[in-house]
T-cell receptor, first 111, second 113 residues
Framework: DGGITQSPKYLFRKEGQNVTLSCEQN?????MYWYRQDPGQGLRLIYY???????QKGDIAEGYSVSREKKESFPLTVTSAQKNPTAFYLC??????????FGQGTRLTVV | KQEVTQIPAALSVPEGENLVLNCSFT??????LQWFRQDPGKGLTSLLL?????REQTSGRLNASLDKSSGRSTLYIAASQPGDSATYLC????????????FGGGTRVLVKP
């Protein structure tokens, strides 16, 4: 089935540790996005990529990094510089007609 | 700066009643508006996409309208069922190459059997 796959579903991070969230899509979409969702708040854009080897900061990029070496993959690294990383992270891609498609999310918890 | 508001934040209705969910946005220069459903702990499922040139979209029991000039969209769900219980989010797409998707805070819906 075509879609967006995020892994893992749950992730635990120790203080001072970097962790990487995976996002893979087989929809052949050029543009991919990472959002953060906190309880009671709307989704906020972290980073996006319009094409391979190119990415742009979103509204809350501090403490995060990304890469886009392949069209299918857009991993997000949550670095130790991110002071409040506990959240639900959602990956998305943009298809024809600017329609957004989302993965099932990764819940990151700091322990 | 685009702002998207959804009112009410929560809604509880008996099974069979029609649902009306509201979404308003401040800047009418949008590519499109998209309605999503989110179940607890899950990702977003796209329900309906309305392009800026369209007035409404329909899919089964769902109907969404768009009035760009007044900055409003309404999602109607006919004959609600307990399985419709979820959070409903609207989002508007703007910006260069349509890369900005601004979300409302969502309406949490409970359909009581």
């Amino acid at each position: 089935d075509g879609g967006i796959t995020q892994s893992p579903k749950y992730l635990f991070r120790k203080e001072g540790q970097n962790v990487t969230l995976s996002c893979e899509q087989n929809l052949n979409h050029d543009a991919m996005y990472w959002y953060r969702q906190d309880p009671g708040q709307g989704l906020r854009l972290i980073y996006y990529s319009q094409i391979v080897n190119d990415f742009q900061k979103g509204d809350i990029a501090e403490g995060y990094s990304v890469s886009r070496e392949k069209k299918e993959s857009f991993p997000l690294t949550v670095t130790s510089a991110q002071k409040n990383p506990t959240a639900f992270y959602l990956c998305a891609s943009k298809g024809q007609g600017h329609e957004a498609f989302f993965g099932q999310g990764t819940r990151l918890t700091v322990v | 700066k685009q702002e998207v508001t959804q009112i009410p934040a929560a809604l509880s209705v008996p099974e069979g009643e029609n649902l009306v969910l509201n979404c308003s946005f401040t800047d009418s220069a949008i590519y499109n508006l998209q309605w999503f459903r989110q179940d607890p702990g899950k990702g977003l499922t796209s329900l309906l996409l309305i392009q800026s040139s369209q007035r409404e979209q329909t899919s089964g029991r769902l109907n969404a309208s768009l009035d760009k000039s007044s900055g409003r969209s309404t999602l109607y769900i006919a004959a609600s069922q307990p399985g419709d219980s979820a959070t409903y989010l609207c989002a508007v797409r703007t910006g260069a190459a349509g890369n900005k998707l601004t979300f409302g805070g969502g309406t949490r819906v409970l359909v009581k059997p």
